[in-house]
């Protein structure tokens, strides 16, 4: 990094710390929305972008994120602060688990995408019939009040903090893994798996690292999900749904990269909410057909993300700025 | 015993008709996973296409559910071809991870849009046959569904003769078999993955037809539907045709006794349990995948 990057991102945190001072509910609701997938998606990315195993089931995790802290908040009073972590506990171990199971027998690709999108879908009908978790109804958290201590805040400007930290420490642990032995490993199994496996990776290990790590984010978002929308059902959380949800802006944006889980949030988030506000009343789900439009359109005309296409203008750029550089010192 | 030997009765008959419905929705997906090894998690969203249309020409035009198959199955089998050769012929070469998004994409927009046209509220079509009964032994026998299961069992007699019998079904077999022999001896790769898809998906035009007499339509019930034949086709074998027929069986079977043990939904959990075994263990499926 080079000063004027670090001035520039200093800078950048100067407003986004400010910015609640200024800006009204909405514009800040937007903002959490873009934050919060952003961090999802950056979540997903480390099993899905680095790893390359490509999970159709991060419901799963959001939705034990969410029911866990939910369930010791609204049953023993426990702050979703202490529950955040129990849910990242419990869902580190689910992923764990499952990220053993499917890559001790070998599950790869389509196969692996299949069994996330089943366990998802199991999770949906698992939930909907336990009573004490409140069954397909779902749970809601109790308003306390303005209570920081215990995850509620009156406006959204406390929410607002919250997520922009996970979202900034999200991006922070992805690019430090990035540059270290955890990151190497997990782009070797993805970019050929024999290979790796020859040159001494323990694969099986390191995905399921990264199942593990990125199941326990994804959790403690689950906790902010339930606390900033304070509603959550089996198919609100757990479902194909949000599973999809959480991964579209790591592909959108750029699939393995830093940035591209954050990049596809700015961009689709805010156009897909305008749309759900001034269609939302008389065109529910119009937000989603875009979503579904924009994907198709990323997978036919750019596979690599808006990041990737960014990147291969900018080397054709340089291209062209070398090429044409002797021609010009010829002229001169 | 807590049930009955009645209970047990009734889920056996209703395990196979279903079933027999589980096993056209999982032939048409399986036949295009043994053709291009292409996994169209839009599967479902067709079938919830072609429940939409056959519930509207029932509906608010009076026609007998059964002669719907005349619009239904073309329809089905064009949109199928349509959508095979805007978005995903021009990937094909692509990871099959990019096909699998594009799918997904196209599943968000369809169901999506049919939430946007019809609103998510389920529409039941009744028709002269929602209610004809008759029993056997001690199980109760609904009309509708046993129709279902003889049309199934029909289209998938049809088209397996197809496959066997006729030059586009040899080409379609020697694709899925071996993709540069094929070329070589002079089959029109391309224009074969483009049938294959068509009929495909024109295997779900007679099952919604099928279906909407004794099941409901709404804009998620190709979720479900979609799922079911995932199941299916993995427990069967991916591409293996005669696998999907059993493999339907046993799905309908599970959910029959499932249901008649389990409360509520909970059945479904089965279902997927057994998926994910079968994935991991025998990924193959329990009869063994299409020869590559």
Known sequence: MNKYTIAFLAILLVVLFLLPLVAGEYLL??????????????AWNILGGYAGQHSLGHGVFLGIGAYVSTFLFIQWGITPWLGMWAGGAVSALVGWFIGYVCFRYGLKGPYFALVTIALAEAFVYLTSNVDAIGGAKGLEVTWLGHRPDMMEFDGKAGYYYIILVMAILGVIVTRWLYRRRSGYQWIAVRENEDAAEALGVDTLRAKIEATVLSALMTAIGGTFYAQYFTYIGPRSVFGEGPSVQILLFAIIGGLGTVWGPLVGALVLVPIAELARAKLGGSFGGAHLMLYGTVMVLVMLFMPKGIIGLAQSVRARLTRRAANSSPSAKEAA | MFFSLDLLAQALVTGILIGGVFALLSVGLTLIWGVMRIINFAHGEFLMVGMYVVY???AKGGWDPYVTLLVSVPVLFVVGAAIFRLTIQPILAHPSMNQIMLTL??????????????RADPLIAQTAYSRITFSLGPAIVRVPQLIAFGGSGLAAVLLYWFLQKTDAGRAIRAASQNREAAVLMGVDVQRTYLLAFGIGSACLGVAASLMVPFYYTSPTVGLWFGLVSFVVVVLGGMGNFIGALVGGLIIGLTEAFGAAILPGSLSRVFTFAIFILVLLFRPQGLFGGSRR
């Open chain 1, 29 to 42: 609701h937007m903002i959490v929305l873009v934050l919060l997938y952003a961090y999802l998606a950056t």
């Open chain 2, 105 to 118: 994409g196209l599943s968000l927009i369809l169901q999506n849009l049919a939430l946007v046209l019809f």
């Open chain 2, 56 to 58: 509207f020409l029932v």
